[in-house]
């Protein structure tokens, strides 16, 4: 279930089932997007980007969606593994810009 | 091979002592970055340096945050007079060049400020 205040949005998953993790964005003017997993006490690691001109792209047991009429991204994870659990976070940047806007991240546990 | 590095992965240290943070980037990765990550938060940009461009300090949140490049590789970022807000852990990436989306991250150093 959510969880409000400090702690991140968590969803619990059993293993084998999908995830599906969903992000909104603020700025219109971004046109490159990229999710990415953070696992304990490490950096985060990219997973898979996807630019503004198209409005899916799949990885290895992973869909990016990208949606820009809401300004909405979403990660899919395919048969999902306990090795699936960190948090999740999206990123946008814009062209022209230096730098990647972060969101606040998702937490993903997977049950065994 | 070698990806990104930082030291020390842990720092203790008294409120009004400067510390300072390393990064040693991928070796040929001409962008590099600095990050915090507040406990349950997102990634906060500090600064962005590029090559022997003038580096995007804009993320800096005082002037007690510094950082400086040398060759073009490793990376210092300095806190001065710290300040138990300064309290985070603090992530460095280096990217093959400007505005590459796949930035390659470091373990992050975790600072608290007693």
């Known amino acids: 279930g959510e969880s409000v205040g400090l702690h991140l949005p968590t969803l619990s998953v059993q293993e084998g089932d999908n995830s599906i993790i969903n992000c909104a964005y603020s700025n219109s003017a971004s046109d490159y997007f990229i999710w990415y997993k953070q696992e304990s006490g490490k950096g985060p690691q990219f997973i898979i980007d996807?630019?503004?001109?198209?409005d899916k792209r799949q990885g290895q047991r992973v869909t990016v969606l990208l949606n820009k009429t809401v300004k909405h991204l979403s990660l899919q994870i395919a048969a999902t593994q306990p090795g699936d659990s960190a948090v999740y976070f999206c990123?946008?940047?814009?062209?022209?810009?230096?730098?990647?806007?972060f969101g606040k991240g998702n937490q993903v546990v997977v049950i065994p | 091979g070698a990806g990104v590095s930082q030291s020390p992965s842990n720092k203790v240290t008294e409120k009004g002592k400067d510390v300072e943070l390393r990064c040693d980037p991928i070796s040929g990765h001409t962008a590099l970055y600095w990050y915090r990550q507040s406990l349950g938060q997102g990634l906060e940009f500090l600064i962005y340096?590029?090559?022997?461009?003038?580096?995007?300090k804009s993320g800096l949140p005082s002037d007690r945050f510094s950082a400086e490049r040398t060759g073009g590789s490793v990376s210092t970022l300095t806190i001065q007079r710290t300040q138990q807000e300064d309290s985070a852990v603090y992530l460095c990436a280096s990217s093959l060049g400007p505005l590459e989306g796949e930035q390659y991250f470091g373990p992050g150093t975790r600072l608290t400020v007693t």
């Open positions: 996807i630019r503004s001109n198209m």
């Open positions: 340096f590029q090559g022997n461009s003038a580096p995007d």
């Open positions: 990123a946008e940047i814009a062209y022209g810009n230096n730098r990647l806007a």
